[in-house]
């Protein structure tokens, strides 16, 4: 029994290693607060839009403002982050951000609320997140002494996210049900001042400045050169890229699911997004334990069949308790997918192009969902919403295919990177020992 217990101990303190670092604990407990009323937001916001419009088309319409201008902003973003101090940029948003949130309560809780206003709105918040998400990615490295707990790191923010999609939707639910979405807004807006003070309580050494010596678009087109020239980081962005463009527009299209397909309301969706979560939740925590990044690149493979698989059982699916165990299921293999791709970069990436690679992943992950959502609403307006999300499952098993073969290239890049840095030794006596060569 000691074994066992000191065994799930060991467990414990490998998934939760970047917390011993002051300032990532510091932004975990800031990011937590501000997640769930983020995400009660998403919610209520989608919920709102559905309750004016009834339209999967407005729905569509709604998630592309408030996504879209990611796929211009966040490159340029990434060429800031790279020159400026991170966390003063951060401060910056999360307040733009919550001034966003308070604004969209004051036209809810007045009853003045229109369907254009939130698609402004969405558009400020698009613009803001344009900025902060590029720049937070960035920032994770400067948060933690020892570059070894890295993966571990991003594998923490991804369960933070998860966590909060678990309890935020659930919340939002209620409180929708009992007091209408402007609720939502005004804790959102109240939230994000716990992220806020993170960042200002923080101890983050100045980075190493030097006076740019090209200008933005040089600086801009140097990281996009970089990401076509290496192959591992261009087949990544890649694949976020198709999952944001043909899967996760999905989550826009719940409402739908919950209200004319399920013949529930509010809480049937607050559930459904709760669903997701929570086997989101279960992947970081697999990948929080995970000791290597070593089998990443399988581990993505195979979770893109198992999503495209996943979405095409959603469709099909007219049972609720069966829709929340297969959704739980879509959001394990989606963040298996998201959080891989996103440590295996982080890990490769020359840190002096961090912040422009990271701008691209945030790009191809955001920036290509607006793109998906626009589709997915006219498609669904068309054919319906049940098929509309089978073609997409249809099409990322056919990606997640075409990346499995695609795995020889990407492991000839990245294994000498790996030697390298150390990590094939350390994980050649480990779980990962029969799929990696013998190290001298």
């Known amino acids: 029994m000691k074994s066992g217990n000191s065994d799930i101990s060991e467990r414990l303190r490998l998934a939760l290693r970047a917390l011993r670092h002051r300032n990532y604990r510091l932004f975990f407990v800031g990011q937590g607060i501000s997640l769930i009323g983020t995400w009660m937001q998403n919610v209520a916001t ?149 992220a806020i003070a993170a960042f200002a309580f923080m101890r983050i050494p100045r980075r190493a400045s030097k006076r740019p010596r090209t200008g933005i678009f040089t600086e801009l087109g140097e990281g996009i050169a970089y990401v076509a020239r290496f192959t591992p980081i261009r087949d990544l962005i890649a694949i976020v890229g198709l999952t944001s463009l043909v899967a996760m527009a999905f989550p826009v299209l719940l409402p739908v699911f919950a209200g004319s397909i399920l013949q529930g309301g509010s809480l049937t969706y607050g559930f459904l997004v709760a669903s997701t979560g929570m086997g989101a939740l279960a992947a970081t925590l697999y990948l929080a334990m995970r000791e290597s990044v070593l089998g990443l690149e399988r581990v993505i493979a195979t979770a893109l069949v198992l999503f495209g698989a996943g979405l095409a059982a959603f469709s099909i699916s007219r049972s609720f308790m069966l829709s929340m165990v297969i959704l739980a299921i879509v959001g394990f293999v989606m963040i298996s997918v998201t959080a891989s791709c996103n440590t295996l970069i982080q890990t490769v990436v020359d840190e002096d192009k961090r912040g422009r690679v990271m701008s691209l992943y945030v790009m191809a992950f955001m920036g290509a969902a607006p793109l998906g959502s626009i589709l997915a609403g006219s498609v669904s307006s068309a054919i319906g919403t049940p098929h509309t999300v089978l073609i997409g499952g249809c099409i990322l098993m056919l990606g997640g295919v075409a990346f499995g073969r695609r795995l020889p290239a990407i492991r000839k890049v990245i294994r000498p990177i790996y030697k390298k840095m150390g990590i094939m030794p350390g994980a050649a006596a480990g779980v990962h020992a029969a799929d990696e060569p013998p190290v001298p």
């Open 46 to 194: 989608s919920w709102l839009v559905f309750r004016l419009t009834h339209s999967e088309m407005m729905l569509g319409l709604a998630a592309f403002a408030g996504q879209i201008p990611i796929a211009f902003l966040s490159p340029f973003a990434g060429v800031f982050g790279d020159r400026l101090d991170r966390r003063r940029m951060l401060i910056a948003v999360q307040v733009l951000a919550m001034t966003q949130a308070l604004a969209l309560a004051v036209f809810t809780i007045t009853g003045t609320v229109r369907v254009w206003h939130v698609i402004a709105l969405n558009l400020i918040l698009g613009m803001v997140n344009a900025f902060e998400m590029p720049t937070r990615q960035a920032f994770v490295i400067q948060m933690i002494d020892d570059r070894s707990d890295l993966g571990n790191a991003i594998a923490l923010n991804s369960s933070l996210f998860n966590a909060s999609r678990l309890v935020g939707p659930a919340i939002a639910g209620l409180l929708v049900a009992a007091a209408g979405e402007g609720v939502c807004f005004a804790v959102n807006s109240v939230s994000y001042g716990g």
